[in-house]
T-cell receptor, first 114, second 113 residues
Framework: QQQVKQSPQSLIVQKGGISIINCAYE??????FPWYQQFPGKGPALLIA?????SEKKEGRFTISFNKSAKQFSLHIMDSQPGDSATYFC?????????????FGTGTRLQVTL | DTEVTQTPKHLVMGMTNKKSLKCEQH?????MYWYKQKAKKPPELMFV???????INESVPSRFSPECPNSSLLNLHLHALQPEDSALYLC????????????FGSGTRLTVV
């Protein structure tokens, strides 16, 4: 019930291309879906997030598409750059009432080549 | 100040040692979290403090002992750890159960020898 499945495990994209990472969840009580970017030796940094009452959110080159009925969401990185090379985690937030907790997907290692 | 600060950045400890990890935020966030991250794996939740009270313990072994002295500080006390406890320990904070944004620190890289 608490799982978030993420694919692909790794992704190689040419500079200027589109990177697409997909996630699926099971728990319909999740109420917030962020994407995090993590560079080696650093903590995850919030990239973009969406709530389930919205089907798409765009911030610069980053877009989240959300399909509530399919319980799936995806991250699109337009015009991918070498500086985007990092590990990306999707996550989903569950609320226990007194506290919230993020459950992370398994991660996607993105490499953007020249 | 929009950061979560973790100290130390690196820690090497023996299996009989006692050490502590520290986390600090000055964003007025009322929820704070400890996560453990092994190499090439996602962060795994360990503890959640909400309004300075322990709200969630994800069945973490007692050799890890969290403490929240005040709303800005979070500690993780370590005792009698095992080599398999070596990992990146991440602290995060958010405004509370009703708000959504989480801010992560850069972590403490712990090595148990």
């Amino acid at each position: 019930q608490q799982q978030v499945k993420q694919s692909p495990q790794s992704l190689i994209v040419q500079k200027g291309g589109i990177s697409i990472i997909n996630c699926a969840y099971e728990n319909t009580a999740f109420d917030y879906f962020p994407w995090y970017q993590q560079f080696p030796g650093k903590g995850p940094a919030l990239l973009i997030a969406i709530r389930p009452d919205v089907s798409e959110k765009k911030e610069g080159r980053f877009t989240i598409s959300f399909n509530k009925s399919a319980k799936q969401f995806s991250l699109h990185i337009m015009d991918s750059q070498p500086g985007d090379s990092a590990t990306y985690f999707c996550a989903a937030r569950g609320n226990t009432g007194t506290a919230s907790k993020l459950t992370f997907g398994t991660g996607t290692r993105l490499q953007v080549t020249l | 100040d929009t950061e979560v600060t973790q100290t130390p950045k690196h820690l090497v400890m023996g299996m009989t040692n006692k050490k502590s990890l520290k986390c600090e935020q000055h964003m007025g966030h009322r929820a704070m979290y400890w996560y453990k991250q092994k190499a090439k794996k996602p962060p795994e939740l360990m503890f959640v403090y909400s309004y300075e009270k322990l709200s969630i313990n994800e069945s973490v072994p007692s050799r890890f002992s969290p403490e929240c002295p005040n709303s800005s500080l979070l500690n993780l006390h370590l005792h009698a750890l095992q080599p398999e406890d070596s990992a990146l320990y991440l602290c995060a904070s958010s405004q509370g159960a009703g708000n959504y944004g989480y801010t992560f620190g850069s972590g403490t890289r712990l090595t148990v020898v």
